[in-house]
């Protein structure tokens, strides 16, 4: 579980009992850019990105060469005050997140939001700007559920299809449909315990996309910080 509301300054304090000093001595780039990648390497999965973000903003760097206890030459000193912190910090970031960078990019969502819910909030089930996403192996559960809760459209099925669900007559399925009893026939799939068994069958022939996707239909399958992920676009 990610710890999003926590200062990465404060907890990286706290795991040191206190001795620790929010600033680094650097003799060249490369070990900035050295202690960026470790930095992020250790804490990606328990921060979130704008944490480790916020922890490099506020991070004072001193060119400084410890090694051998003086200070660096100008020409040194002038490339590392002009470097670019945030910006590398970003690109490790994006690096390390490829997936959620390019969805986010793809779907023109906000990156630091999509980061929280994915990694952060470990949400089944979260609503980013008109996309839903939910993993793969919660949606049949959450579309039983939301079929469960609206007997009219139970009943509005293609008899046909109620026929084998229900295991009854067809023509005894249109006639309560002609009547316009869609909520009786919702109520005997719910009552003889079919709803797994429709809604398997509608997820089997329509996908997902047709239920959960109210913009368009479709549906999308990716994989994100290890997870499988369908997104729908909804608005």
């Given at each position: 579980m990610t710890q999003s509301n926590q200062s990465l300054v404060k907890h990286i304090t706290e795991a040191r009992n206190g001795h620790y000093c929010h600033v680094i001595e650097v003799d060249s780039i490369e070990a900035i850019e050295?202690?960026?990648?470790?930095?992020?390497?250790?804490?990606?999965?328990?921060?979130?990105?704008?944490?480790i973000i916020d922890f490099f903003d506020t991070l004072e760097v001193i060119p400084y060469d410890t090694d051998n206890g003086k200070d660096v030459n100008k020409e040194t000193e002038t490339l590392i005050h002009d470097f670019d912190v945030n910006e590398a910090v970003t690109n490790v970031l994006s690096d390390s997140c490829d997936d959620l960078f390019r969805v986010s990019e793809e779907l023109d969502l906000n990156l630091e939001e999509l980061t929280e819910e994915i990694i952060d909030s470990e949400s089944n089930d979260f609503e980013i700007n008109g996309y839903r996403f939910i993993t793969s192996d919660s949606i049949d559960s959450i579309q039983q559920e939301e079929l469960s809760n609206d007997l009219y459209i139970l009943g509005c099925f293609n008899a046909s299809f109620l026929s084998e669900v229900l295991e009854m007559d067809q023509e005894l399925i249109e006639l309560v449909q002609e009547a316009e009893k869609y909520e009786k026939l919702g109520e005997m799939v719910i009552n003889n315990g079919k709803i797994e068994k429709l809604q398997e069958g509608y997820s089997f022939l329509d996908g997902y996309g047709h239920h959960f996707a109210h913009y368009d239909g479709e549906e999308i399958e990716e994989t994100l910080n290890g997870t499988d992920y369908y997104i729908f676009r909804v608005n």
């Open positions: 050295s202690i960026i990648d470790s930095v992020i390497e250790e804490h990606i999965s328990n921060f979130s990105a704008q944490s």
